[in-house]
């Protein structure tokens, strides 16, 4: 079974409105974490926001927010107010112990383009 | 945070010869790893390594084909060896900063790899 699963391979929004990226994952560690990450065409990893398992409240970093729900095991992004440098494939990715050690596994990522 | 440098941005070798990617972290970490995006695909951890210890590997990947070197805890290379044109893709290393099972994964800026 897929550990992180990205179900939306591209995603189009209009500049300024908001958009949700979809993740779903899948643990049974009760100690885990999970991280969104851009990637523009570049080609570096940007960290963009992290929830823990044991947070309460969803993660929130300027423009960008958390919705975390843990009974669904769900982790979606959401971009307020898009901009054109927005534009980017998104990874969703969660980090937990396996096999004695932590590991961090990433899903296939969601093509993000920004329309003007 | 943490500011990773990893050099050569990109590079394009020969077929049968080797290349050196090395990251440089500006404090002090306990593990760095090495990850491998090929093109289209998502990030695949190719070992983790450790100050003063052998690098693990993760399945799909040996040291004879990746040597791992970490000197201490701000630097580590990565070798790939005897390359072919399988071996084009990104190769990024990262390092964890943050407090115990609350860590955020944050990465180089990558290498950008094509084989002919």
């Known amino acids: 079974a897929q550990k992180i699963t990205q179900t939306q391979p591209g995603m189009f929004v209009q500049e300024k409105e908001a958009v949700t990226l979809d993740c779903t994952y899948d643990?049974?560690?009760?100690?885990?974490?999970l991280f969104w990450y851009k990637q523009p065409s570049s080609g570096e990893m940007i960290f963009l926001i992290y929830?823990?398992?044991?947070?309460?409240q969803n993660a929130t970093e300027g423009r960008y927010s958390l919705n975390f729900q843990k009974a669904r095991k769900s982790a979606n992004l959401v971009i307020s107010a898009s901009q054109l440098g927005d534009s980017a494939m998104y990874f969703c990715?969660?980090?937990?112990?396996?096999?004695?050690?932590?590991?961090?596994?990433f899903g296939t990522g969601t093509k993000l383009q920004v329309i003007p | 945070s943490a500011v990773i440098s990893q050099k050569p941005s990109r590079d394009i070798c020969q077929r049968g010869t080797s290349l050196t990617i090395q990251c440089q972290v500006d404090?002090?970490?306990?593990?760095m790893f090495w990850y491998r995006q090929q093109p289209g695909q998502s990030l695949t951890l190719i070992a983790t390594?450790?100050?003063?210890?052998?690098?693990?590997?993760e399945s799909g990947f040996v040291i004879d084909k990746f040597p791992i070197s970490r000197p201490n805890l701000t630097f580590s290379t990565l070798t790939v060896s005897n390359m072919s044109p399988e071996d084009s893709s990104i190769y990024l290393c990262?390092?964890?900063?943050?407090?115990?099972?609350?860590?955020?994964?944050?990465f180089g800026s990558g290498t950008q790899l094509s084989v002919l």
């Open positions: 990262s390092v964890e900063v943050g407090t115990q099972l609350n860590e955020k994964l944050f």
């Open positions: 643990t049974s560690d009760p100690s885990y974490g």
């Open positions: 929830q823990g398992s044991y947070d309460q």
């Open positions: 990715a969660m980090r937990e112990v396996s096999g004695g050690y932590q590991k961090v596994t």
């Open positions: 404090s002090q970490v306990t593990m």
């Open positions: 390594a450790n100050q003063g210890s052998e690098a693990t590997y």
